[in-house]
């Protein structure tokens, strides 16, 4: 079992920045596949960001390129989220997920483990 954290949310108006951590405990001696994923009201859970489970690879979706960039600290088995340029429509639940799959790892279906989530609300 893997458990994740997340912390960083909070209101920020419109332009501003925000880092989400995403701290993992448990059975981390695996890799694992790391992904963010956020849920307004109302919508579906979305793809934001991804590491492969190498590491060698990110992946955006086209709503946040350019603005959001996802980095890990392999030593403190942490996953970021740096969140810049925001828009009220970034508003949401932001979460973390871990899982074993090398493939489809822009749908939620592919992760196994999640966190609990963090709210983000940008204002106008």
């Known amino acids: 079992q893997v458990q994740l954290v997340e912390s960083g949310g909070g209101l920020v108006q419109a332009g501003g920045s925000l880092r989400l951590s995403c701290a993992a405990s448990?059975?981390?001696?695996?890799?694992?596949?790391m992904g963010w994923f956020r849920q307004a009201p109302g919508k579906e859970r979305e793809f934001v960001a991804r590491?492969?489970?190498?590491?060698?690879?990110?992946d955006y979706a086209d709503s946040v390129k350019g603005r959001f960039t996802i980095s890990r600290d392999n030593a403190k088995n942490t996953v970021y989220l740096q969140m810049n340029s925001l828009k009220p429509e970034d508003t949401a639940v932001y979460y973390c997920?871990?899982?074993?799959?090398?493939?489809?790892?822009?749908?939620?279906?592919?992760?196994?483990?999640w966190g609990q989530g963090t709210q983000v609300t940008v204002s106008s």
């Open positions: 448990g059975r981390t001696s695996g890799t694992y596949a």
């Open positions: 997920a871990a899982g074993t799959t090398i493939v489809g790892l822009t749908s939620p279906v592919a992760y196994d483990y």
């Open positions: 590491f492969s489970r190498s590491g060698s690879s990110t």
